[in-house]
């Protein structure tokens, strides 16, 4: 059974930083996309930042700037450092991993980031 687990969520003030780490229990060999999500409540859950195989990274525009995805592939960890953070960042943070043999992807069971003002 694969897992998938994230921590490091929890109560900043506006303009703080978190870092969020997340560990699948895979061989790094055989890993491809890393990927970080969020779903605020009533809202859909969406891309945040992805890292793949080849270290390439995507990020949404809204945090653009501001957050850095890495991963380290000794570990099979990826890490979302989370700077000058806003109010509408608060929502649960979830780490997907998808495998390459075979296809698959897995989730965490998600962290909280809330940011108050």
């Known amino acids: 059974q694969v897992q998938v687990m994230e921590s490091g969520g929890g109560l900043v003030e506006v303009g703080g930083s978190l870092r969020l780490s997340c560990a699948a229990s895979?061989?790094?060999?055989?890993?491809?996309?890393m990927d970080w999500y969020r779903q605020a409540p009533g809202n859909q859950r969406e891309l945040v930042a992805s890292i793949r195989r080849d270290g390439s990274t995507v990020y949404a525009d809204s945090v653009k700037g501001r957050f850095t995805i890495s991963r380290d592939n000794v570990e099979s960890t990826v890490y979302l450092q989370m700077n000058s953070l806003k109010p509408e960042d608060t929502a649960v943070y979830y780490c997907?991993?998808?495998?390459?043999?075979?296809?698959?992807?897995?989730w965490g069971q998600g962290t909280q980031v809330t940011v108050s003002s």
């Open positions: 997907r991993v998808v495998s390459l043999i075979p296809r698959k992807i897995y």
């Open positions: 895979l061989s790094i060999f055989n890993i491809d996309d």
